[in-house]
């Protein structure tokens, strides 16, 4: 199979979505690969290491859609790309399509593209390409958060940990996943007072034996507004897997929060889990909503692309292999974790969220399958 890596063109996206090791296992593997031009250069990796490790180098992003027949991406495909699809392309990357572009979505159909969406490519009841982004995230959001807490960042010049004398910073966390977890770890490790809610017991438990340190409550109605109340920081961490975030940071939950205090929503990328957020990037993150500081950074492990590049890599690569290996029709028919992810499988839509969004009918993968001959 000829796979296909594009330059990543969204402002403030410096990833990539294939690294000269994973060009080098493709290439061995017995496949070709084409990059085009500058598509690493973000992320550290020149176009030499593409060329050493066995790529062809691509001029436009036109000749990667021309020569390949599955194109890897990290963002969504915007209006203006979806124009490179070609006739029964494989598309691969975060496409979310349940609340992207209707243009997008009908180039694919169009075309009779078959995608998979890394955000829900899910095995061993892990999504194993998206969580260990979502973690990634969080540690570099709590990171910017203390840059931006201090004097130099426009803060109140506190620091999150305090020091002797000086008690720490209250620190609310609202969701309890992966994403969660991860800002709770960090916030905790440099001092900070954390508390976790969360409307699942299971996922509290598992934040209470991970974390012993870090308080947690059930998302009640009543719980959430006490703690946002009392906080001097809350990060939204809330997501619906493939679907738009839940809106559970509400106007009068945000009113109620302390003057001067921050918010930051990690659920940004699924639209965000507070009304009174919009996305801002890493050259302006921040900006003010009823007194309130929000930092809402779109994909936020591009921050530090090489390392997110690379876990991309790392988690997408096995599936690449077995992709290039049986083709698509078989790949699907072979990996359930494949079939989850295959919102649209030949033209044909094979997922109901999306369906529903953008007024359509699906039809489910395992027939779409059975209807395609082997």
């Not at 426009?154 to 977890?181: E, W």
């Amino acid at each position: 199979m000829d796979f296909g890596v594009l330059r990543e063109i969204e402002t403030g996206e410096r990833r990539v979505g294939l690294t000269p090791d994973g060009v080098r296992a493709l290439v061995t593997a017995g496949h070709e690969v084409w990059v085009e031009t500058g598509a690493g250069t973000d992320s550290g990796f020149e176009d030499t290491s593409y060329q050493a490790a066995g790529a062809q180098l691509a001029w436009s992003p036109d000749e990667v859609a021309a020569r390949a027949q599955c194109l890897l991406k990290v963002r969504a495909l915007s209006d203006a790309e979806a124009e490179l699809i070609g006739r029964d392309q494989i598309l691969c990357g975060f496409l979310h399509l349940a609340f992207g572009s209707r243009t997008v979505l009908q180039r694919l159909l169009q075309e009779r593209t078959s995608t998979i969406a890394y955000e829900l490519v899910e095995e061993g009841g892990r999504f194993t390409i998206l969580e260990p982004m979502s973690a990634m995230g969080a540690r570099v959001a709590v990171t910017v958060l203390q840059y931006h807490l201090s004097s130099a960042g426009g803060g109140s010049g506190r620091l999150l940990g305090g020091c002797p004398g000086v008690p720490p910073m209250r620190v609310l966390i609202v969701g309890g996943g992966t994403a969660g977890m991860a800002a709770a770890k960090e916030a905790s490790r440099v001092g900070a007072w954390v508390t976790v809610l969360d409307i699942d017991p299971k996922r509290l438990g598992s934040v209470a034996r991970r974390l012993p340190g870090v308080a947690t409550a059930i998302a009640s109605p009543t719980e959430l507004a006490r703690h946002v109340a009392d906080a001097d920081v809350v990060i939204g961490a809330v997501a619906r897997r493939g679907e738009p975030a839940p809106k559970v940071l509400d106007l009068q939950l945000v009113r109620s929060m302390r003057p001067g205090s921050t918010l930051v929503d990690l659920s940004i990328d699924e639209g965000g889990c507070a009304e009174t957020s919009v996305p801002t990037t890493p050259e302006e993150p921040v900006h003010t909503v009823e007194g309130v500081r929000h930092i809402a950074i779109p994909n936020l492990p591009a921050v530090v692309a090489q390392t997110a590049s690379r876990a991309i890599e790392i988690a997408s690569l096995p599936y690449l292999v077995r992709l290039g290996r049986l083709g698509v029709d078989e790949a699907l028919r072979q990996c359930e974790p494949l079939r989850k992810a295959a919102q649209v499988y030949r033209g044909q839509l094979a997922c109901r969220r999306v369906a529903r969004h953008h007024g359509l009918q699906a039809t489910t993968i395992e027939d779409l399958l059975r209807q395609e001959k082997p």
